[in-house]
């Protein structure tokens, strides 16, 4: 009951971070140790306090003699701070190549060894990545600053993610030298297992698409329940990955955002514009440039939960522009067939509602 994952994080840290207080009540009174700390030193109270609505989670802890682990009662402590960094930090010699997994215009994605595991390092195009990894000539032109801004907002908000279906960041880096981030090994993303299934002309097993809805949602509500709340702005099949033991894990936060007021109405819009995002599950309030919350990303969530019930992607006949005009100018949506089930068809229609206020939350989705 006390066994705990890579990262030393137990039952209980779970079922705190999730405020499952009937889980929670459960595993105290089997003896779950309350006081355990992962690797980072964070107890099941530390996870519990950061959700909402956790006063009974945090009460059922506490009875047991849960306290706070050195994050919460150190914070002050700048010897402990500078430990905590200093954990974080990578440097070019301690990683080994081992083969190319992916590129962008910001740079690679490399399968590397680290510390005795196998990681995935995404890495900003630098001289001394083009020469010692690359093995290719420096590059002339200057660094995409938008890339490398979006980078390092990755960075800012991974370093402070714990969930199990958010990809984990394990280490990074920020030089002149070496922008690189440096997060868990996954096997594949949730776009390439939907091309595998078009390919071999196969279908996705029912348990599986609803899985993989079920984790996507867990992790999101995850980031809608921080403090501040962190919207993802950018879901789509491709920045969910699946690790190897089939779990769905939310990635690539560049252009992530955190809600400038925390204090706020969490139903209440702020000035954020702009067209961020993939424009095929991009939420018609981003494309037309209106201000938007996090429901952004519920919308999202409903175009991804079509995806995987139907099999083909929103508007599988027009391009990304094309489908993006059709929600956002003409209140378009994708059709959903009769013969499925009346409360996933709701659901649907709920999560792409035109009125950002309609939408439900991740919690509610649960």
Not at 148 to 158: A, G, K, Q, V
Not at 238 to 249: E, F, Q, R, T
Request: hydrophobic share 35%; with cysteine.
């Amino acid at each position: 009951i006390n066994e705990g994952d890579y990262d030393k994080r137990t039952a209980l840290h779970l079922a705190a971070g999730e405020g499952k207080d009937d889980i929670v009540g459960l595993l105290c009174r089997h003896k779950a140790n309350v006081n355990v700390e992962d690797r980072w030193g964070n107890k099941p109270l530390d996870d519990a306090e950061r959700g909402k609505n956790r006063t009974k989670c945090k009460t059922i802890l506490k009875n047991f003699g849960a306290t706070n682990g050195y994050r919460k009662e150190d914070i002050g402590d700048s010897t402990t701070r500078r430990r905590e960094i200093s954990n974080f930090k990578v440097t070019f010699e301690e990683l080994e190549m081992v083969d190319k997994i992916g590129k962008g215009s910001f740079g690679e994605i490399y399968r590397c060894r680290w510390r005795d595991i196998m990681v995935a390092a995404k890495c900003i195009r630098t001289a001394k990545v083009e020469k010692e990894w690359a093995m290719k000539q420096v590059l002339n032109q200057l660094k995409d600053e938008k890339a490398l801004s979006d980078f390092r907002t990755e960075i800012s908000i991974l370093k402070s993610l714990r969930h199990p279906n958010i990809v984990l960041l394990l280490a990074y880096s920020t030089t002149e030298d070496l922008e690189v981030m440096i997060s868990e090994l996954m096997k594949c993303s949730l776009l390439d297992v939907f091309k595998a299934h078009i390919i071999n002309g196969t279908k996705m097993k029912k348990k599986d698409k609803f899985a993989y809805a079920t984790q996507l949602a867990q992790g999101m509500q995850y980031l809608h329940t921080c403090k501040p709340v962190i919207i993802h702005r950018d879901l789509k099949p491709a920045n969910l990955l699946i690790d190897h033991s089939g779990v769905l894990k939310v990635a690539d936060f560049g252009l992530s955002k955190v809600r400038p007021d925390p204090k706020q109405n969490e139903k209440d819009t702020f000035m954020m514009t702009g067209e961020t995002g993939s424009y095929r599950f991009m939420a018609p309030e981003v494309f037309r440039h209106s201000d938007y919350n996090e429901t952004v990303d519920v919308y999202s969530f409903g175009m991804i939960l079509f995806f995987l019930l139907s099999g083909k992607p929103p508007w599988p006949d027009d391009n990304g522009i094309v489908a993006a005009t059709k929600a956002a100018e003409e209140g378009d949506r994708p059709m959903i067939p009769r013969s499925w089930d009346n409360p996933l068809q709701i659901l649907l229609q709920d999560c792409w509602d035109e009125n950002p206020s309609s939408r439900p939350s991740f919690r509610q989705i649960l």
